[in-house]
């Protein structure tokens, strides 16, 4: 079964301060999406990153995907107060239709 | 445009009981998801339908069951309602399912079982 881990789960940064969450898949996959989710709400999502090398950039946000290495990383630049939040790394197989596998999700907490 | 809609927003059920989920994917999507999150967890995948058909299920006990409309909504039905059924039920839609596509989320149902 395919495993999806994220590290850290919990993340507290001073605005201003640049961090990296990372995301280990442990199976061949080149699909990784991202997700945002607010207190109580649904997942919005942020990034698709389609092959290996591939890197979005969105905001103070930037998603980067290795392939080889089954890694996916989410960089924060200068952290704000808005981008307090749970994050998620999710996996798709293509045997397995759309389904995807999420990972375990880092919380993210930005103090002013 | 109108996103992926789910109904009821929250939902309170016993031990025992059964109850419905609903949901209508964003207009153009013929494939639906469901996912079960429990607190403080990532969505755990438990059916996926296209075109009215079943083309995945996660490890879910049979209590859980699903269908799939001719105009694309979608019902999860949970027999047996256990305590540990508690938990934010998500309806995901997107285009297809031959190559994995990004999945839009609904505002999901939250239910909880007493």
């Known amino acids: 079964e395919l495993k999806v881990e994220q590290n850290p789960l919990f993340l507290s940064m001073q605005e201003g301060k640049n961090y990296t969450i990372y995301c280990n898949y442990s199976t061949t996959s080149d699909r990784l999406y991202w997700y945002r989710q607010d207190p109580g709400k649904s997942l919005e999502s942020l990034f698709v990153l389609l092959s290996n090398g591939a890197v979005k950039q969105e905001g103070r946000l930037m998603a980067s995907l290795d392939t080889k290495a089954r890694l996916s990383t989410l960089h924060i630049t200068a952290a704000v107060h808005d981008l307090s939040a749970t994050y998620f790394c999710a996996v798709a197989l293509w045997n397995t239709g759309n389904q995807f596998y999420f990972g375990t999700g880092t919380s993210l907490t930005v103090i002013p | 445009d109108a996103g992926v809609t789910q109904s009821p927003t929250h939902l309170i059920k016993t031990r025992g009981q059964h109850v419905t989920l609903r949901c209508s994917p964003i207009?153009?999507?013929?494939?639906v998801s469901w996912y079960q999150q429990v607190l403080g967890q990532g969505p755990q995948f438990i059916f996926q339908y296209y075109e009215k058909e079943e083309r995945g299920r996660g490890n879910f006990p049979d209590r859980f069951s699903a269908r799939q409309f001719p105009n694309y909504s979608s019902e999860l039905n949970v027999n047996a309602l256990l305590l540990g059924d508690s938990a934010l039920y998500l309806c995901?839609?997107?285009w297809g399912t031959g190559a994995p596509r990004t999945q839009y989320f609904g505002p999901g149902t939250r239910l909880t079982v007493l």
């Open positions: 995901a839609s997107s």
């Open positions: 207009s153009g999507h013929k494939s």
